[in-house]
């Protein structure tokens, strides 16, 4: 199979290159010898990159620290099962799924990926391989910091860091739909995109002041750095500052700060009010 490997991380993207890999032994997979319990084969319709992949260690070594490389990257996949390893429930060949896969196995930059099948969910009829591909880090990321991390409850209110990027938006429509009040920040050229995605005030970074929203009960920030040191003050007590920007440099008086990576989550991608 034709697939994407990287070998030298000073090299960065540049250092991508196209190449012949092996294609997953399928009658191995599906027999008690060669057996990795709960595996699937999905043949990748479509696939997504991260744009700061190749900075993080899972894509260089695995969990004990060894060197993984030649590695696949790539971690959003949509595509159609075509293999089951032995024991495997819950999933059938021919079956289109989408979901996010392991970050220190080879990832979907290839034709067949092997995903453990509790990372992937159904793929609706009416949804495409691409936008299913493409929604999964996002939605996944924006449903664990708003509900998981944040706690987000009807009528609290919510102040979300760039409401018309990928993931932004997703919070911003997800907590939306969850009835609570919802603050955007980003760039003025990004204003109306934030208001359709269901964001009720919109804060442009450029012009206004930050400090002027008031006391918030969430914040969900993307950038990290002194918006998010700013964002830890004006949440009121007994808030959260919840962020994927790394750990928070400030802390919310009488409240909390959490730092999180997304991870796959099958029963997430399930009820996703998007469907």
Known sequence: MKAIVVTD????????????????????????????????????????????ELDWPSTWIDRLGRDRTPSIPGHEVAGVVTALSYGTAGLSVGQRVFGLTDWTRDGTLAEYVVVEARNLAPLPGDVDFTTGAAIVMPGLTAWQGLFEHGRLQAGQSVLVHGAAGAVGSMASQLAHE????????????G???????????????????????????LVFDVFGGDIGTRSAG???????????????????????????????NRAQLRPCPMW
Do not use: C
Request: overall charge negative.
């Open 234 to 264: 004006v949440i009121r007590a007994g808030g959260t500052l919840v962020t994927v920007a790394g750990p928070p440099e400030a802390r919310p008086a009488n409240g909390l700060a959490i730092d999180f990576v997304v991870e796959p």
């Open 191 to 217: 204003r109306q995109r934030a208001l359709d995605f269901g964001v009720q005030e919109f804060v442009d970074l450029e012009k206004d002041k930050l400090d002027d929203v008031g006391g918030v009960d």
């Open 178 to 189: 969850a009835g609570a009040y919802v603050i955007g920040t980003g760039r003025a050229a």
């Open 9 to 52: 991380q000073a090299a960065g993207s540049a250092g991508m290159k196209l190449v012949e890999r092996p294609e997953p032994q399928t009658s191995r997979l599906a027999s008690l010898e060669g057996a990795n319990y709960g595996d699937v084969v999905v043949e990748v319709h479509a696939s997504g990159f991260t744009w700061d």
